[in-house]
């Protein structure tokens, strides 16, 4: 059995940040390229595999960012300076079209709840917390914890596990160092792992069902040090970046 990605997309940057609205299966890309100071987005429908739009840029082009998604809607902050993190401003994108759905300035995002994003208002202190309409951006009542909940993801990550652990085929690999992320779903083994070629630190992945491999891949070469963890699993969905700008999903 031979395993092939539904997505596999290359955008123009690096891309930076990926944030999926659980309630419609949408990914979500911020995509940065550093040359032209330059930040957009793109939006895929995960069941469909469909491309819904990329390339869309906000009024300020550099200092803007993904803050959450929910419902069919992107939504954007702004940074308050380009020396620092903190966030200024919201801007709602319509998932499907890329239009703008509302903006707010004076608008900052807390947490994302089961019933939709929890806001504040920067020009208000003490602070105090609001649930908003991520359609319209309207305020619809004060955030209430035991009544709002904190929205829980699906989104797994592998686990850091040492080399002592895995055998078979993988052991012929010979990874560098001593640690891989490793992940099992639906009797499927992911693994990610470091190794030298031609005297060049690589980073790859692999998919296992039982001891046969049926997909690898060459994530990064020639870097200079150890990378985070290369992918992460969405319900049935396995979701990695190759060369820091193409995006890969394959079903599991």
Known sequence: M???PIISKEFNGVIWRMEIDEITDTLFVEVRNNEDKNVSFGAINLHTAELNFEGLTAPERWLTGIETAHNGVL???YYQSETGPTHKGLLAIDAITG???????NFAFDHLSDNGPVIYDIRIQPRKLFLADINTGATTRIYQPSV???LINNIILPQLISTDELSGKLMAMHPFGNMVHYL??????????HALKKGMLTQSLFIFDGDNMVYD????????KIQPEAFMLYKNYLLYIKNKSELKVIPL
Do not use: A, C, G
């Open 2 to 4: 031979i395993i092939k």
């Open 148 to 150: 709002n909940k904190e």
């Open 75 to 77: 939504l954007l902050h």
């Open 99 to 105: 239009k703008t759905l509302w903006s707010n300035y």
């Open 217 to 224: 891949d060459l994530l990064n070469y020639d870097i200079q």
């Open 184 to 193: 099992e779903h639906n009797n499927f083994r992911i693994v990610s792992l």
